[in-house]
């Protein structure tokens, strides 16, 4: 497929981490971050494993953040300074290094995805180590099998129009936000340790 080429709400939108601390070892190390090529990005997510499975540390493997209420903008921000031009009344805009934006999402709070356990995104949360993160902007719900379904692939995402953004981050803290009238929510902070490498499709 390609990128999305109609007007349409991302309903299918999903973010992605991977299960392998890349700050250590593997061939998405970070050090290697900024040359790695959509192949091999994509990858780093090869195939889907739920919640409460063990996996390797090799690379491929990964699991999708469910139940997110609302998703940060995605990409680079912008950062312009006003630069003065002695003799024009007006100064001139110029691009400037930009801070690495805050992540936040907000989440519907399902208490087991996020407990302190063994292969449970609580134990993840303020780990201190670095992750792929990998967000599918998606119109329709990609077809094929259950671990491939959601992977950076022709069978996989490559199924539907789509546009993957990657960066290396880390998961550093989760607030539970209790309600009285309306599902529970919570905030997830994830710290940017690299630029946004995208967009590409599948």
């Known amino acids: 497929m390609a990128h ?35 192949t091999d990005l994509g990858a780093a997510f090869a195939e889907e494993v739920a919640l409460g499975t063990a996996v390797a540390t090799t690379a491929g493997s990964f699991t999708r953040i469910s139940n997110v209420r609302e998703f940060p903008s995605m990409g680079t921000p912008p950062n312009i300074v006003n630069v003065p031009v002695y003799g024009q009344s007006t100064s001139q805009q110029i691009q400037g290094q930009s801070d690495a934006p805050t992540m936040e999402l907000t989440i519907n709070y399902v208490g087991t ?6 292969d449970y ?62 599902s529970n929510t919570a905030t997830l902070t994830i710290s940017v340790q690299s630029a946004f490498v995208g967009a590409f499709t599948d």
């Open 4 to 38: 999305i080429s109609s007007i349409g709400a991302g309903i299918y939108s999903h973010l992605s981490v991977t299960r392998e601390d890349v700050s250590v070892s593997g061939s998405e190390a970070l050090t290697a971050f900024g040359t790695l090529s959509e």
């Open 113 to 118: 995805d996020w407990q302190d356990t063994a």
């Open 121 to 182: 995104f609580g134990d993840m949360v303020g780990d201190g180590k670095q992750y792929i993160f990998r967000f599918a902007l998606l119109n329709s719900d990609p077809t094929g099998t259950s671990a491939t379904q959601h992977a950076s692939s022709a069978g996989g995402l490559g199924t539907v129009d789509n546009t993957q953004y990657f960066w290396v981050g880390k998961l550093e803290a989760l607030q539970v936000n209790p309600q009285l009238t309306d």
